[in-house]
């Protein structure tokens, strides 16, 4: 069954949130810039989430719940799987 197609548009390009993953699995702290940019693909995969939410009640009557990744988890993840890019990590 096809709900629909949205798109979504994002802030960084892959290329950008990849590299951002780097700078976190190497890093001891976040860097200022890179917390903006952090909390930039956050708001981002917050907005895609809800905007699919909300296709899936409106068109199929389903009521979806999720969560979103803290800062922490992602930090982990990426230092536990290290070829992992965060583009496929959030």
Do not use: F, Y
């Not at 899936?56 to 993840?77: F, H, M, N, Q, Y």
């Amino acid at each position: 069954m096809v709900v629909g197609c949205i798109a979504v548009p994002r802030s960084l390009s892959t290329n950008q949130i990849d590299k951002l993953g780097a700078h976190l699995r190497g890093a001891s702290a976040i860097a200022p810039a890179d917390r903006v940019l952090l909390e930039r693909l956050l708001g981002d995969h917050a907005r895609a989430t809800a905007e699919v939410q909300q296709l899936l009640t409106d068109r199929l009557g389903l009521e979806t719940g999720s969560r979103v990744k803290r800062e922490a988890g992602i930090i982990e993840k990426l230092r536990r799987q290290p070829s992992l890019p965060l583009s496929r990590c959030t």
